[in-house]
């Protein structure tokens, strides 16, 4: 197995689970192990026709076990895997005339796999695609690799955690930088287009969130022209990838001073979610870390209404297991990366640490949660 000359991927935990699981070799077609594995960062259009399953340009990596990867790319596309993967071999196929799975087909023939044992991301290949490579190759033995991938990319190689701290680094500074222009008579859609090209000149390929007014109840509808006034807080969600690794952290602005309710629901979700931050050790279960949250909100005669109190971050989305959600099974293990953000409705605070067997250390350390911004009204 080669590795990528850009990927700072695990590639000694992905050979062990391959082996654990009898798999001869690897299809991969989603943006984030399609990133992971390879080190390339499709821009813009690029990235979006890798997140679509039905896409004619799709891009596919075949990872065997023993010898060395190889892509299948469109021509649009191979220019930007052979600058950035290192990888010797990419296979080109015609964008809307064939289709990447048919010159998969040809190369497992070739590659001496057709009978062999070979993971697909069930998630991410689509009915049409799946039955037409069973068909083709009728011996070879088709299985789901979504759920090993994700135990490979949840332990962060030390790599790993140097470029999500150094996301995690410039995204606040950003924050800082915007925070300081917003005045009231702002609105909501104002300052998101500062955070995206502030963000944009900062380094970040690319970026996305939220952020709203504690008066806009619909915040994942997109910023809108609310006028942003003396009193408010401002939520904010957002991620910016460095390298195809998230900066994501979450941070509260108040506009003027802040009244004695303020100070007191701020410090309250503060004080929660800073515990629950402590008890993310490795060791801990998932679900039991959820129904500590859910208690500690009752306690204080709050109700939580968000899905989840966090989750794994890693290359291309930022989004990945382990959900810590309800009910889970997972039981963290040193070396994961998570995104911690149980809240209170507007007052959202959420930072990223790293998993480690005592306390998990921080690495959106460079912004003072302390209190929220206080900005001039």
Not at 191 to 205: K, N, P, V
Not at 343 to 357: A, G, S
Request: proline share 3%; charged share 25%.
């Amino acid at each position: 197995m080669s590795a990528s000359s850009r990927s700072i991927a695990n590639f000694e935990r992905l050979q062990t689970l391959m082996d654990e699981a009898g798999l001869d070799a690897l299809v991969l077609r989603s943006g984030q192990n399609f990133t992971y594995l390879s080190g390339v960062v499709f821009p813009g259009t690029l990235a979006r026709l890798q997140d679509l399953t039905d896409s004619a340009r799709g891009v596919l990596l075949l990872w065997p076990r023993r010898g060395k990867p190889l892509v299948i790319a469109n021509k649009t596309a191979a220019g930007l895997v052979r600058r950035d993967s290192g990888f010797d071999r990419i296979e080109l196929c015609e964008g809307y005339v064939e289709s990447p799975y048919d010159r998969l087909v040809t190369i497992l023939r070739e590659e001496g796999l057709s009978a062999a044992s070979v993971g697909f991301e069930k998630d991410y290949v689509s009915a049409f695609h799946w039955e037409a490579v069973t068909q083709a190759l009728p011996a070879l033995r088709m299985s789901d690799c979504s759920g090993l991938m994700n135990q490979v990319r949840w332990i962060k190689t030390p790599a790993e955690v140097a470029r999500i701290r150094q996301a995690a680094a410039r995204l606040d500074e950003v924050y800082r930088d915007v925070f300081s222009r917003i005045r009231a008579g702002d609105t909501e859609r104002k300052i998101h287009a500062d955070m995206m090209a502030t963000s944009l000149r900062a380094g970040f390929e690319w970026a996305h969130g939220i952020l709203n007014a504690h008066r806009n109840t619909i915040p994942y509808a997109g910023e809108s022209d609310m006028v942003i006034e003396r009193g408010d807080v401002i939520r904010t969600d957002y991620v910016c990838y460095l390298n195809g690794y998230p900066g994501h952290q979450s941070r509260n602005v108040i506009v003027g001073p802040p009244t004695a309710e303020q100070r007191r629901d701020y410090a309250l979700n503060l004080e929660i979610y800073r515990a629950t931050i402590d008890r993310c050790r490795a060791g801990a279960r998932v679900g039991d870390l959820f129904d500590y949250v859910m208690s500690e909100y009752a306690r204080v005669g709050w109700r939580y209404n968000s899905l989840l109190i966090g989750h794994g971050v890693g290359a291309w989305w930022h989004q990945q297991e382990p959900i810590l959600r309800r009910g889970s099974g997972i039981v963290l293990e040193a070396g994961m990366v998570l995104a911690l953000e149980p809240h209170k409705d507007h007052w959202h605070v959420q930072d990223m640490i790293l998993v480690r067997d005592g306390a998990p250390e921080l690495l959106s350390d460079q912004f003072n949660t302390d209190e929220a911004f206080i900005v001039e009204a």
